[in-house]
């Protein structure tokens, strides 16, 4: 059997995303699984990949806990636990010359800043959703903000399962900031809370509205409310595969650029003519 073309480390293996990740390297033509990371503890360490993953057979990799031996046998790394978890990936990735996916979703400015200092270094591929549908709604969403004008209302409305532990949803916020630049405002005076005597509502402010329960995959809605009509853009996923084939077509197109700060819609830049 030829040798891939990439060879991709996956850390949190065991995870959901962490699996389907996995399948979708093992189906992905020209790409390999060449190592794999869980956290110190955790049960599937030394188990081989295949079977932590539910594979018809062993895949010759086993599950470490050295992140830095993980980023040294692979040509780009797909990290999509938690925010720390992420950072010491990133750290690791940034000694070895690494390119880097993040999927990880929920950090703080300060985290957000480490991982633009990295991207100076290296390339990282950093974005709120790696679904090829929610890169598409984005720019539809600029598109609509800037056409409807702010004679319409805006309303973003996510729904997730009950273990999704940051709200709103990283893609939720990713959606706010395209309406905004739709808009030509910023962020921040958005609305993610009303409870009690709020007032009426404010001309020109998005509002955030966040559901979580059962095994909800993610589900998006832009509402534009306008005096006599509605427009409503959304997107709905039913398995986590959309996100896994979007981060491996990034880590596929990461391999070749220079070191930058990139995210879904430079891989389908030229798609949607932006």
Known sequence: MASPSLRVGIVGVAGKMGQTLVQTVLETPGVGLSAASEMAGHPALGQDVGGVCGASEPLG???SPDINAVVGDADVVIDFTRPLGTLAT???ATAQSVPVVIGTTGFTPSQTQRIQQAAQQIPVMFAANY???VTVLLNLLERAAR?????????????????KVDAPSGTALAMGQALARGRG????????????DTGARKR???????????????EHNALFLGDGERLEIGHRASSRFNFSKGAVRAAQWLQAQPPGLYDMRDVLREALDV
């Open 147 to 163: 056409a409807l004008g702010d004679d319409f209302d805006i309303e973003v409305v996510e729904a997730h399962h009950r273990h």
């Open 61 to 63: 990799v086993s599950v």
């Open 90 to 92: 990133l750290e690791a």
């Open 185 to 196: 405002i910023d962020l921040d005076n958005a609305v993610f809370t009303r409870h009690g």
């Open 131 to 133: 679904s090829v549908g």
């Open 204 to 218: 020109g402010v998005i509002g955030f509205q966040t559901l979580r329960g059962g095994d909800v995959v993610g």
